[in-house]
């Protein structure tokens, strides 16, 4: 779609060189996550398990079963995959298996682990069946992945709002553009506070291990602190003295990779959507709704500039004052105008001195 050389956009600014191409906002916003969502292998293995755990149980009776018998939950939810179609897909599937952000009493995650640690239990599934549950559950159970699905409850906690306003019928486009800066700045406060998304992940994995400590018949236990990684040693060359760092800082290494996906998402929402915002003010101002205002208080001068700039390349008599003034004047007459056609037989009648009507 957005090819260089074949995209749509680009095939269309070919034909027709002076045109104004703007995306549909929730499909952008889709974009940004998407770009989020896979800037790091962390947050790439994070939703490919969520997608993965999702079919692995879905894709078969037997497995819907036994979910049926572990699940605790009341509302009977499932998991969901993640379609790329589906804009609140990747919201959907996290929130329902670690809850809100620093809130997981609503998460199924402690059904999800029960669920397969008894497939990977039971003798009568096939073996391929019990390791893919075994590594599901092992994938589940780091601290990085608990750490990274909190990493993304916050972005989500800041999006979601905009991407529910962006699918709504009625939609107001200034109304949108300015969410779309709110959410950006939003995410600007939170891009270096590491701290509240650790202290987030270290109450997930305190209320996960005492919940799965009341089950009798399991045994697992999450993760609390990320393990430390050993640096790869380097051959040292004839004539070379090597020195090695044989341990790697692994909170430090959490800590910029959560720094790399904030700034991704941050980045792209100023990419992808500061261009348009003169644009969007201005189509605004044709929304019956703001016809009130305008008539009431009139116009701002620099209304209609940036519309203006872009349809004179076609006429040159459509500048910027004269159409703030076809605007006001619709402005005006809009109640008017807007009045059914049946109300155009409506005559007003008089009664004369004899009790006649007269027109």
Not at 72 to 94: C, F, M, N, V, Y
Not at 226 to 236: D, G, I, N, S, T
Not at 318 to 344: F, V, Y
């Amino acid at each position: 779609m957005q090819g260089q050389y074949k995209g749509f956009s680009t095939l269309l600014s070919a034909e027709s060189p002076n045109q104004v191409h703007i995306w549909c906002y929730a499909h952008v916003l889709n974009l940004v996550l998407g770009d989020t969502t896979g800037v790091v292998i962390a947050s790439a293995s994070l939703f490919s398990l969520l997608n993965d755990v999702a079919v692995f149980i879905r894709e078969s009776y037997k497995l819907m079963n036994m979910w049926e018998e572990v699940s605790e939950d009341t509302r009977h939810r499932r998991l969901s995959p993640i379609g790329e179609t589906r804009w609140w897909a990747k919201d959907q599937a996290l929130s329902k298996i670690f809850g809100c952000f620093g809130n997981p009493d609503r998460a199924l995650f402690i059904d999800l682990v029960s669920t397969l640690t008894r497939i990977e239990e039971d003798d009568s599934m096939k073996p391929h069946v019990r390791a893919k549950a075994r590594g599901y559950t092992e994938s589940l159970l780091r601290f990085e992945t608990i750490l990274t699905a909190q990493i993304f409850l916050r972005i989500f906690e800041i999006t979601s709002p905009l991407s529910k306003y962006l699918q709504t019928s009625g939609m107001d486009l200034l109304t949108a553009h300015r969410l779309v800066i709110g959410t950006q700045e939003s995410l600007n406060k939170c891009v270096r506070g590491f701290d509240e998304v650790k202290r987030a992940a270290d109450a997930f994995v305190e209320w996960a291990n005492a919940k799965l400590q009341e089950k009798e018949d399991c045994e697992v236990v999450v993760q609390a602190v990320l393990p430390e990684k050993r640096v790869r040693r380097k051959k040292a060359m004839p004539g070379e003295l090597a020195e090695d760092e044989p341990v790697s800082d692994a909170e430090a290494d959490s800590i910029k990779v959560r720094n790399v996906i904030l700034d991704t998402v941050t980045e792209s929402i100023q990419s992808r959507y500061a261009a348009n915002g003169p644009l969007c003010a201005d189509f605004a101002c044709f929304d019956p709704r703001n016809f009130p205002k305008i008539k009431e208080m009139g116009l701002p001068t620099e209304a209609l500039q940036k519309l203006s700039e872009c349809l004179q390349k076609y006429d040159e008599r459509a500048t910027a004052g004269r159409l703030q003034a076809e605007l006001s004047s619709l402005a005006n007459c809009w109640e008017r105008l807007k009045m059914p056609h049946s109300d155009a037989y409506n005559v007003r009648t008089t009664r004369g001195e004899d009790g006649r009507e007269e027109d």
